[in-house]
């Protein structure tokens, strides 16, 4: 099976129907989800598929220029940019899409409260989160300088996500909490669903996954566990991407800092009167 061959049959079809979808319910239906309306949903996702292609492209240049996995010749074009083929690239952009547009079929599905109040629970929310997900991208990053090579794939991917999560986390952990049930049904059929697409392009020899860089633990008998936990990262990053940018309380937050910061400017520019 070809790379293009791939994305064809697995890819581009759900991407279709999601897309239409999304299409459908808002020029047609004109149903917009309210909690979700702070910026145009689809000026959004282009921008994050530009972030996506951007933040993936040194990372993956690494992982195949030293081996942590590659592809056949002749299930290409041949068109590289790098060390990776261009259907690699196609794969950044057509992902970002499937899985955001289908979180935009879902937000119109199982919306949340049309509301700006910020959850109660933030005070809490946020720093457990933060400091959870610091402490296993520290693990994760120990242990890939350690120079320990079956974990280097799983490392790789743990080091390299985690720091936009951090971020996403630390600006509205609790906003996210918020919407966990939109977060749980966006996250888990478009990661099951691409790992199980994965493993059909592994077993037909389209790409391949370094057995040495590998801890050999395996997902449902044939898909490697850090296959799994890249799908399963890449769809959060998505997921709370699209949600944080859209949400209302993320709005009013982002709008309460920066008039925090202005009055801050004016107070420290204001000339001092006895």
């Known amino acids: ?4 061959g791939f994305l064809a049959r697995y890819v581009l079809p759900p991407l279709l129907i999601f897309g239409g979808l999304v299409l459908f319910d808002r020029q047609i239906l004109k149903r917009s989800p309210a909690p979700f309306d702070g910026w145009p949903p689809l000026r959004v996702l282009a921008g994050l598929v530009i972030v996506a292609v951007v933040y993936t492209t040194p990372w993956d240049n690494y992982l195949v220029a030293s081996g942590v ?11 590289t940019l790098g060390y990776v083929p261009l259907e690699e690239y196609t794969f950044f952009v057509l992902q970002t899409l499937l899985t955001g547009f289908y979180l935009l079929w879902l937000m119109g599905r199982l919306p949340g409260r049309a509301t700006t109040r910020l959850p109660a629970v933030g005070g809490a929310v946020r720093p457990v989160a933060v400091t ?12 890939l300088f350690s120079g320990w090579a079956p974990a280097r794939y799983l490392t790789l991917i743990l080091s390299w996500a985690l720091i936009p999560v951090l971020i996403q986390l630390a600006f509205g952990a609790d906003i996210l909490w918020r919407h ?34 590998t801890l050999g633990i395996f997902v449902g008998g044939g898909l490697p566990l850090e296959e799994f936990t890249f ?5 959060l990053l998505v997921v709370f991407g699209l949600t ?21 400017s004016g107070e420290v520019g204001r000339p001092f009167h006895d």
């Open 1 to 4: 099976m070809t790379y293009f």
């Open 69 to 79: 996995w590659w592809y056949d010749p002749a299930l290409v074009t041949g068109i």
């Open 132 to 143: 959870g997900a610091a402490v296993i991208w520290a693990v994760s990053t120990i242990v």
């Open 180 to 213: 966990r049930r939109l977060l749980f049904w966006g996250i888990v059929p478009s990661t099951l669903y691409l790992a199980a697409a994965d493993a059909l392009a592994i077993q037909a020899g389209t790409w391949q996954i370094s057995p040495a860089q």
């Open 231 to 235: 799908f399963l990262m890449t769809n």
């Open 244 to 264: 944080l940018l859209l949400a209302r309380e993320s709005h009013e937050r982002a709008a309460g800092f920066l008039g925090r910061r202005r009055r801050q």
